[in-house]
C-alpha cells in the first residue's frame, strides 16, 4: 500500500499545502483509495511510456503527493522551475503550473490525487526533457541537419527526482557547458535591451563611409554606442574612432574588416535586437542537442563561420579558415558528430557517384575527353580508353564506371585529407583552390569542409604522436605516394551551425543563417510556443 494512502488526512493535508493549496475531502475505505489512486494514476500516466514505466516499477508509490517535506519541497521546485522555464528559451510554463495547482487545490478523492501525482510527473518529465536534450528533433526541420538528439529518459529523471535535493537537482538539469551558460547570459542581456528600447533608429544609408557627415552618420554613431562598439561622442564626422568601431562590429559578425559600412555591414547593424536574441536562444537549443561530452580534445567547424578550430580543455588551440558546401540542396555541408580516426597524404580523389552522374557524364557524352585530369576505371580498376569508350549509351542509372583523380597539387582534395568514416561521405581537406579563403562568404564545396591552413592542422594533429610532426608531414609528402596515418588519439570532430555564439573573450557573436537553417528552426521554436518580448517604445 502507498506511502500516499497510509498516512492521515490531517498530514496528507499539510504535504500538500503550497501556496495555500489545500482543502481536501476524506475517503472512507482504504482499499477503495488505493485502487482509485493506482488506477487514476495509471490512465493520467498512460500518455507518457517513461511516466508510466516509473510508477509501474515503483509499486504505485507517491513522489509528489507523500507526505512530508520532501514531497513538498519537490512540488514547490517543479512549480518554481516551469514558471521560470522560458528564460531558457523554452515555451511558458506559467499557465501550465497554475493549470497544477488548481488541480491540486481542488483535489477531493483518492482518484483526484492520482490524476495530480500522474500530472505532475508528465509536466515534470516533460520540462526536464527540453531542458536537457531540446525540444525539437532536428531531421525533421531540415534534411540536412541530419544530427541525432540524445533521448531523455524520463522514468530515470524520476528516479533522480526521487533521490536528490529538489532544487539541487532540477538546477543540475539545465546543460553544463560554458557555452550554453554563456548564451543564457547573453540572452538575459538581449532581452533588457529588448526591455530598455533597443538600439534605436536604423541607420538611413546604403554605404557610409570615413569622412562623411549628416544624419546618417549620426544614426550609425548612437547605434554603435548603444550597442557597445563606440564610447559616447557628440561627433557628426564618420571619424577613426567610428571607423574602428565598425571594424570591431564587422569582425564580431564576420564581416569583411575594412572599417566602411556598407551594404552588407549596414544590413547587419540594422538588424533589431529581436533577431539577435532569436538566434541565441536556437543556439541554446542546438546547444541542447549536443552530447556534453565534446571531447578533451575535439574539432569544431562552425559552418556559419567557416572556421574549423582544434579545441583542447575547452580552450582554442588552432583556428584556420575554411570552405563549406554551397548552398544548393544536394550540396549544403550536414550537421553531425563523429570520430576523426586517420589521415591520408597524398590522397587520391575517388569521385562521387553524385558528381560523377550530374556533372561528368553530361560533358564525356558531348567529348571523351572532357575532364581528362580524372581517371575512369572498370569495376576490376582498369583504366577505361577513352578513345574507343562510347560515353553516349550511358544514362545516370546505369554508368558502369568509376572515377578517380591520382595524387598531386591539383587535386581537387588538394595534399592532404583527414577523415572520420560516416555515411555522408564527408571529410575535412586541403584544396587547390586558395583564393576561395578571401571571400567573405564561403559557401563553394560539394559539402566536405576545405581547410585554409591543412598542414599545420595536421602538425596540430600530429604533435601528440610524433616530436616533430612537421618533418614527419613531410617526408610522407615528398613521397609523392598515398599514405594513410592513424592518429592515435582518434578526435571527435563537431560540426554545427550557430549564427550566435560566446567567444572565450565573452563577448557575444553572430553570423548569417547562410543555409537558411536558423529560421526553420526558429520557425519551429515559435510553433512550440517559444517567444521574445515587443520591443518597447
Not at 11 to 27: E, K, M
Not at 36 to 50: G, K, L, W, Y
Not at 73 to 102: F, I, T
Not at 111 to 119: H, L
Amino acid at each position: 500500500m502507498s506511502s500516499f494512502l497510509t498516512q492521515s488526512w490531517k498530514n496528507r493535508i499539510f504535504a500538500l499545502a503550497l501556496a495555500g493549496i489545500c482543502g481536501f475531502g476524506v475517503p472512507q475505505e482504504v482499499t477503495a483509495q488505493v485502487t482509485a489512486f493506482r488506477q487514476a494514476v495509471a490512465e493520467t500516466a498512460s500518455v507518457n511510456e517513461d511516466v508510466a514505466k516509473f510508477y509501474r516499477e515503483n509499486g504505485y508509490t507517491a513522489l509528489w503527493t507523500a507526505e512530508g517535506d520532501r514531497a513538498r519541497l519537490r512540488r514547490a521546485a517543479l512549480l518554481k522551475a516551469l514558471e521560470e522555464a522560458s528564460a531558457h528559451g523554452l515555451p511558458d510554463q506559467a499557465a501550465k503550473a497554475r493549470e497544477l495547482v488548481w488541480m491540486m487545490r481542488d483535489a477531493r478523492t483518492a482518484r483526484d490525487f492520482g490524476k495530480v501525482e500522474a500530472s505532475l510527473s508528465e509536466a515534470f518529465v516533460t520540462y526536464a526533457a527540453q531542458l536537457q536534450t531540446g525540444m525539437l528533433q532536428p531531421a525533421t526541420i531540415d534534411d540536412g541537419m541530419v544530427r541525432k538528439r540524445r533521448d531523455s529518459d524520463g522514468a530515470e529523471l524520476l528516479n533522480g527526482m526521487q533521490q536528490a535535493q529538489p532544487f539541487a537537482y532540477l538546477r543540475a538539469l539545465v546543460p553544463a557547458s560554458p557555452q550554453y551558460r554563456a548564451l543564457l547570459r547573453e540572452k538575459q542581456r538581449l532581452e533588457q535591451l529588448v526591455e530598455a528600447g533597443g538600439w534605436g533608429t536604423s541607420v538611413p544609408a546604403s554605404k557610409l563611409e570615413p569622412g562623411d557627415q549628416g544624419a546618417a552618420v549620426v544614426s550609425l554613431r548612437n547605434r554603435l554606442i548603444k550597442m557597445g562598439f563606440l564610447q559616447r561622442s557628440a561627433s557628426a564626422t564618420y571619424d577613426r574612432n567610428m571607423e574602428r568601431a565598425v571594424e570591431r562590429f564587422q569582425s564580431e559578425h564576420g564581416l569583411e574588416v575594412d572599417g566602411v559600412a556598407g551594404t552588407g555591414t549596414l544590413k547587419e547593424i540594422n538588424r533589431p535586437v529581436q533577431d539577435r536574441l532569436k538566434s541565441v536562444i536556437v543556439a541554446m537549443e542546438r546547444e541542447r542537442w549536443l552530447a556534453p561530452e565534446r571531447g578533451e580534445r575535439h574539432v569544431l567547424v562552425n559552418q556559419t563561420d567557416f572556421t574549423a578550430r582544434i579545441v583542447d580543455n575547452g580552450d582554442v588551440t588552432f583556428e584556420t579558415r575554411s570552405v563549406i558546401g554551397k548552398n544548393t540542396h544536394d550540396r549544403r555541408s550536414p550537421e553531425f558528430s563523429d570520430t576523426m580516426e586517420h589521415m591520408v597524404i597524398n590522397p587520391s580523389w575517388y569521385v562521387p557517384r553524385s558528381i560523377i552522374t550530374k556533372e561528368y557524364l553530361p560533358k564525356l557524352r558531348n567529348n571523351p575527353n572532357a575532364v581528362g585530369h580524372i581517371q575512369i576505371t572498370d569495376s576490376r580498376g582498369r583504366v577505361v580508353n577513352r578513345s574507343t569508350a562510347d560515353f553516349s549509351q550511358f544514362t545516370a542509372r546505369n554508368f558502369p564506371y568509376a572515377m578517380k583523380q591520382p595524387p598531386s597539387s591539383r587535386n581537387a582534395l588538394g595534399l592532404v585529407k583527414f577523415m572520420f568514416p560516416n555515411k555522408y561521405n564527408i571529410y575535412l581537406h586541403d584544396t587547390p583552390q586558395k583564393s576561395l579563403f578571401q571571400r567573405e562568404v564561403r559557401a563553394f564545396s560539394h559539402g566536405c569542409i576545405r581547410l585554409a591552413q591543412p598542414f599545420e592542422f595536421a602538425y596540430a594533429l600530429l604533435a601528440r604522436q610524433t616530436e616533430d610532426p612537421k618533418a614527419f608531414f613531410h617526408r610522407i609528402l615528398s613521397s609523392g605516394k598515398e599514405t594513410k596515418v592513424e592518429l592515435e588519439q582518434q578526435v571527435p570532430v563537431h560540426i554545427i551551425y550557430r549564427t550566435a555564439y560566446v567567444s572565450n573573450k565573452g563577448r557575444a557573436e553572430f553570423r548569417r543563417d547562410v543555409y537558411g537553417r536558423d529560421a526553420k528552426v526558429w520557425a519551429a521554436l515559435e510553433r512550440a510556443g517559444v517567444t521574445v518580448p515587443e520591443l518597447q517604445s
